[in-house]
């Protein structure tokens, strides 16, 4: 038989196509991997599913009227998307109906307490260096040290509170999991310490201190990615004293969750100014925030030393509604400064226009402090059902509930 010899360029060409195609292949037409529906899946199977794509896993266990027990809510990263590196991947998992017998071991109270917490300043020091008790910073405990700071966000989480936002709870909205309770958070005055800037990235991006307030808030939000992590800043004329990154701090507080309200133009006490100058202080401060966050910011004001402290009094009417040059604005909600949690907000006593604030300052567990409230709000905090479109309360408790609301309401 004669061989048939194969001429060493053939070779040569036909390794280098076969190379080619290798690569075109791998680089050019690989199957992109992309995130399955867990609807399926069972709680170990979507562990191992996130493992071996490298996913940082979140699974959380809600009530579900319609979903078995074990079955998939809700996945944070839709069918169908590309999987990137290290994407987080929260799963809601059901535990089946809810039954008389989990609302009561839970205490589910729908109708309890809500904590809106009162902050102003936070400064970068250590309880031990201030010459006042626990982590107040002046005799009256409206500054606060970090390491306070910080005590207050982890006592808030290990007891089970979850945060919403203010504009949400005025409007009834209460989103937080099955047997958690609800807490805002809010700070006064624009200090400069809320969100210190100290100075900017490569990419012109502001850097915020780590031990300011939205600092640490940023802290939590990444070590307890189910707290929630929000809060309402109430501000002044001046901001927040760094006129330079009025702009970017700003879109940097609203574009990471947290909200900007009124506090007014200067601060006056209202018992002290004509009602003329009241509309001012409101109407200016809107049209500045109007000027910088059109549309972004809740038409809510925390009323300066939390006067008047009358809604009878004269100028109680500028601050819910004027025209300030030419312009009109209407407030839903103000806040007073004082002294302890307000009402669930589908009770028949909730009050948008005047909310009752706890104080963030320590007293030895008197006169109001956060140790006196949070202990008192154990007999009648807020529990949630992990429903956001119902009402769930102890049948003793149905005659408390405002002829406003909506919701539908389960009894127990």
């Known amino acids: 038989m004669k061989k048939v010899r194969i001429?060493?360029?053939?070779?040569?060409?036909?390794?280098?196509?076969?190379?080619?195609?290798?690569?075109?292949?791998?680089f050019f037409h690989k199957d992109e991997t992309v995130m399955k529906d867990l609807s399926s899946f069972h709680e170990t199977e979507i562990k191992k599913y996130a493992e071996d794509l490298g996913l940082q896993l979140e699974l959380s266990y809600e009530y579900h009227d319609t979903i078995e027990a074990g079955k998939v809510i809700s996945q944070s990263i839709e069918a169908g998307t590309k999987i990137e590196d290290n994407m987080n991947l929260k799963v809601v998992l059901s535990l089946g109906k809810l039954d008389e017998e989990a609302l009561r071991e839970a205490g589910v109270n729908e109708m309890g307490k809500v904590p809106i917490m009162m902050y102003h300043g936070i400064h970068n020091l250590k309880n031990e260096d201030t010459d006042y008790i626990g982590g107040n910073v002046d005799k009256d405990g409206y500054q606060r040290t970090a390491e306070a700071f910080r005590n207050d966000l982890e006592m808030y989480y290990q007891n089970?509170?979850?945060?919403?936002?203010?504009?949400?709870?005025?409007?009834?909205?209460?989103d937080v999991p099955f047997g958690k309770s609800p807490i805002v958070l809010t700070f006064d005055d624009g200090l400069k310490n809320n969100i210190l800037v100290t100075g900017v990235d490569e990419n012109g991006e502001i850097i915020i201190d780590p031990n300011s307030a939205v600092g640490?808030?940023?802290?939590?939000?990444?070590?307890?990615?189910?707290?929630?992590?929000?809060?309402?800043?109430?501000?002044?004329?001046?901001?927040?004293e760094q006129p330079e990154y009025n702009e970017q701090i700003l879109e940097y507080l609203i574009e990471h969750g947290y909200d900007i309200g009124n506090h007014t133009y200067t601060h006056p006490d209202f018992t002290r100014i004509s009602y003329d100058t009241a509309v001012t202080e409101v109407g200016k401060m809107y049209v500045l925030l109007e000027q910088y966050l059109k549309d972004q910011y809740v038409p809510?004001?925390?009323?300066?030393?939390?006067?008047?402290?009358?809604?009878t009094h004269d100028n109680f009417s500028a601050i819910l509604s004027g025209t300030y040059d030419e312009v009109s604005y209407q407030t839903k909600a103000t806040l007073q400064v004082g002294w302890e949690s307000n009402v669930s907000?589908?009770?028949?006593?909730?009050?948008?226009?005047?909310?009752?604030?706890?104080?963030?300052?320590?007293?030895?567990?008197?006169?109001?402090?956060i140790a006196y409230?949070?202990?008192?709000?154990?007999?009648?905090?807020?529990?949630?059902?992990?429903?956001?479109?119902?009402?769930?309360?102890?049948e003793e408790n149905l005659s408390y509930v405002s002829e406003n609301v909506t919701l539908s309401i389960v009894t127990y």
């Open 373 to 394: 409230c949070f202990e008192a709000l154990k007999k009648n905090r807020y529990i949630s059902d992990g429903n956001k479109n119902q009402i769930t309360i102890p």
């Open 216 to 240: 640490i808030l940023e802290e939590f939000k990444k070590k307890y990615p189910d707290f929630g992590v929000t809060a309402t800043f109430f501000i002044n004329g001046g901001l927040f």
């Open 160 to 174: 089970g509170y979850r945060m919403i936002r203010l504009n949400d709870y005025v409007d009834g909205i209460v």
């Open 345 to 369: 907000p589908f009770s028949k006593n909730f009050d948008p226009q005047f909310i009752k604030r706890i104080r963030a300052y320590d007293n030895d567990g008197t006169e109001f402090d």
């Open 7 to 26: 001429k060493k360029w053939v070779w040569f060409v036909f390794v280098s196509l076969l190379i080619g195609i290798i690569v075109w292949f791998l």
């Open 300 to 311: 809510i004001i925390a009323l300066p030393y939390g006067s008047p402290y009358k809604k």
